[in-house]
């Protein structure tokens, strides 16, 4: 294995290259981040942000170039990283004909989650679910979906959380939820996030990325951003088109 889980980098990206046929979704894409640090990945669509995520989430393989996260190899050692990371995307990654507590349990299981029934019964109630745990999750709204799909990627503690869109289609108390949880576990996470929302994302990043055709367009510490320049630079990525 080729981790080394010492490393006060969190994320850690090398020349990453992913094509589909002659079409490269990522374009030699390089950066770091430290760990505890809140990247928001800003760009149009086709622009490579969720091929990113699936790569750094092992859902995708690299064509060429490396990444770790935790210091773990996304190709290497892609099993051993799954355990340590938590993904909340578009599609909420539950089983519609088990229940909210048994689409909990059954992930909890699986990974090895000590005291998985208190955990259960914590997160759900974090979520303000708890009132419909033995509900099939066929009868939820795209808001309690997205609510429980949160509650499924924070069920083992991991230590770097993916968020693709994490507000799409939530409903306002339901945001309020997340920006509560986000709040509450920031301190002991490192979070990437793809977002279109420019006043949201850098509301919560520490670190700022712009993707456009597959390359890195700008890269920079929150603190030092112009936001209107930031804001100029977005808004021309956007007549880039698809990547």
Do not use: W
């Not at 099993?79 to 689409?103: C, K, M, Q, T």
């Not at 699986?110 to 009132?131: K, S, T």
């Not at 997205?146 to 509650?151: N, V």
């Amino acid at each position: 294995m080729t981790q080394s889980v010492t490393s006060d980098v969190a994320v850690e990206v090398r020349e990453l290259t992913r094509t589909f046929g002659a079409r490269k979704a990522l374009d030699k894409v390089s950066f770091d981040l430290p760990a505890g640090a809140f990247l928001s990945v800003f760009g149009p669509n086709g622009a490579g942000k969720t091929t990113l995520v699936k790569v750094l989430t092992t859902l995708t393989a690299p064509s060429k170039g490396t990444a770790k996260v935790s210091g773990f190899d996304v190709v290497a050692d892609a099993v051993e990283l799954r355990s340590r990371i938590g993904l909340i995307s578009h599609n909420p990654l539950l089983y519609p004909d088990l229940s909210a507590e048994e689409n909990l349990e059954f992930f909890a299981d699986m990974y090895g989650v000590p005291d998985a029934e208190a955990r259960v019964r914590e997160l759900l109630v974090a979520v303000e679910l708890d009132h419909r745990r033995l509900d099939l999750v066929r009868t939820f709204s795209r808001g309690m979906l997205q609510r429980l799909s949160i509650a499924r990627a924070l069920l083992h503690r991991p230590k770097v959380l993916f968020l693709d869109e994490p507000y799409s289609g939530l409903d306002p108390h339901a945001v309020e939820i997340l920006d509560n949880l986000i709040a509450q576990i920031r301190a002991d996470h490192t979070f990437v996030m793809i977002s279109h929302d420019l006043s949201k994302g850098l509301a919560l990043c520490s670190h700022a990325l712009i993707l456009a055709k597959g390359k890195v367009v700008l890269s920079a510490l929150r603190e030092e951003l112009d936001e209107e320049q930031f804001a100029a630079t977005y808004r021309e990525t956007v007549g880039l088109g698809v990547a």
